[in-house]
Antibody, heavy 119, light 110 residues
Framework: QVQLVESGGGVVQPGGSLRLSCAVS????????MYWVRQAPGKGPEWVAV????????HYGDSVKGRFTISRDNSKKTLFLQMTSLRVEDTAVYYC????????????WGQGTLVTVSS | QTVVTQEPSFSVSPGGTVTLTCGLS?????????PTWYQQPPGQAPRTLIF???TRSSGVPDRFSGSILGNKAALTITGAQADDDSDYYC??????????FGNGTKVTVL
């Protein structure tokens, strides 16, 4: 079955960096565009970044543009999110999600990893 | 900045019907926004209920249905059950890989 397992979250000071990983199994990873979606406490989710199936096309939400970098290793079936210049408002659970192209929805989500930015 | 609007909360009796809506701060929601509805129990990841306006995801009971009502997307729960007590989020596709989520509706079944 499809599984997405995030890791790498933790507590970091403002201005710090963190790298999230998402290991996937149960489907052909290299055929799917992938997203990072985050959810701050008590808020609705927010899309953060998307990467095409082959890694060549990347787009970012306005709130993280220039600070976060999405990447993938199809040989290792792993998605990454490098986060730099972290701010208090980046505090959230970060989910790795698979998007169904053509239908434009996220069909599978990981369990999430919590990132807390605090001094 | 595009804002997706949802009712903050609804209360429904067991066996009752409730309709949640999903609107845009400016403009109308259409099928071209590929409205999707998620259910999120506390502490869990979202679960897909409805995608492309009105298609139920695999395993979702038929008491959940999606539609366009006027200028909004809508999720109707017909015959609410206790385990429908949850948060519900809608999300709209805005093109070029961008999505906007609503802030969610908390449904209480009592």
């Amino acid at each position: 079955q499809v599984q997405l397992v995030e890791s790498g979250g933790g507590v970091v000071q403002p201005g710090g960096s963190l790298r999230l990983s998402c290991a996937v199994s149960g489907f052909t990873f290299s055929r799917y565009a992938m997203y990072w979606v985050r959810q701050a406490p008590g808020k609705g989710p927010e899309w953060v970044a998307v990467i095409s199936f082959d890694g060549y096309s990347k787009h970012y939400g306005d709130s993280v543009k220039g600070r976060f970098t999405i990447s993938r290793d199809n040989s290792k079936k792993t998605l990454f999110l490098q986060m730099t210049s972290l701010r208090v408002e980046d505090t959230a659970v970060y989910y790795c999600t698979r998007v169904v192209s053509g239908y434009h929805y996220f069909d599978f989500w990981g369990q999430g990893t919590l990132v807390t930015v605090s001094s | 900045q595009t804002v997706v609007t949802q009712e903050p909360s609804f209360s429904v009796s067991p066996g009752g019907t409730v309709t949640l809506t999903c609107g845009l701060s400016s403009g109308s929601v259409s099928t071209g926004h590929y409205p999707t509805w998620y259910q999120q129990p506390p502490g869990q990841a979202p679960r897909t209920l409805i995608f492309t306006t009105n298609t139920r995801s695999s395993g979702v009971p038929d008491r959940f249905s999606g539609s366009i009502l006027g200028n909004k997307a809508a999720l109707t729960i017909t015959g609410a059950q206790a385990d429908d007590d949850s948060d519900y989020y809608c999300v709209l596709y805005m093109g070029s890989g961008a999505y906007v989520f609503g802030n969610g509706t908390k449904v209480t079944v009592l």
